[in-house]
């Protein structure tokens, strides 16, 4: 009989909790210092110069900050303005709001001042952009490999282009979120994971019109792929459910 002594002991649920968090911690800390580092010397003014141009930039600095008003004021709406075009109230729904971005800034609006709060959103973009390109990339890939893949996406030419005065294409980062969820949807017809999809997909909507277009666009060639490769699987009535629960939740 085997002594008990040899059998090496098994990670609780707890210590493989800890240890994931653990993981994605030190991955989104990881890239939040490259990207301070890259962006140098920038984070030297990080409350008094936003990280952005003196053209565009200054939009976006008033959206964030309009957004972060109106929530703040309760009896204001969000997408719409008399401080543009004044006494006329002004529509804000075809203009590049990207409200996300506000939203974010209004628990920390009593600790940072607006310029802070700005390019914390961006530090944030930077950071999450990288932490969901990792997870996407874990699915067929180890965990370095999983980090030059986060790296890569979010530390691109593109990216660092933007932030020159477009920060609704500056945050992108729930783009790898979406198609994380909506392809593990396809994969195993959760409901969790039509639920996961419809959420990100809809923080999607809230950062920039054309990354969500994007995802629609990706979505229907995944959904090609799954018909080609997995047709069996995607008609019965558990994966129509989770298909019919994730366009109800996002519609």
């Known amino acids: 009989m085997a002594d008990n002594k040899d059998v090496p002991a098994r990670p609780s649920g707890h210590r493989k909790m800890l240890g994931r968090a653990g993981e994605h911690g030190l991955v989104l800390l990881l890239y939040a210092l490259i990207f301070l580092a890259l962006a140098w010397p920038a984070p030297r003014h990080f409350a008094t110069r936003i990280i952005s141009d003196a053209g565009d930039g200054f939009q976006m600095y008033w959206n964030t900050w309009w957004v972060r008003t109106a929530v703040l004021a309760s009896e204001l709406d969000v997408f719409e303005t008399r401080l543009l075009h004044f006494p006329e109230t002004c529509s804000l729904l075809p203009h ?18 607006d310029v802070a709060l700005f390019n914390l959103v961006v530090v944030f973009a930077f950071a999450f952009s990288g932490w969901g390109a990792y997870l996407l990339a874990k699915r067929v890939a180890g965990p370095r490999l999983a980090f030059v893949g986060g790296f890569v996406f979010t530390f691109s030419g593109y990216h660092f282009a933007h932030a020159e005065g477009h920060l609704n294409l500056v945050l992108m980062q729930w783009i790898p979120f979406y198609m994380l969820f909506f392809l593990r949807l396809l994969e195993r017809r959760r409901v969790v994971d039509a639920i996961l999809a419809a959420v990100f997909l809809f923080l999607v909507l809230l950062c920039d019109h054309y990354y969500l277009l994007m995802c629609v666009f990706a979505s229907v060639l995944a959904g090609i792929w799954a018909l080609c490769c997995h047709r069996d699987g995607l008609f019965t009535r558990r994966a129509l459910g989770s298909f019919s629960l994730f366009a109800a939740l996002y519609s």
Request: aromatic letters at 16%; zero cysteines.
């Open 96 to 113: 590049t709001l990207h409200p996300f971005a506000g939203f974010l800034t209004v628990p920390f609006a009593g600790v940072l001042g």
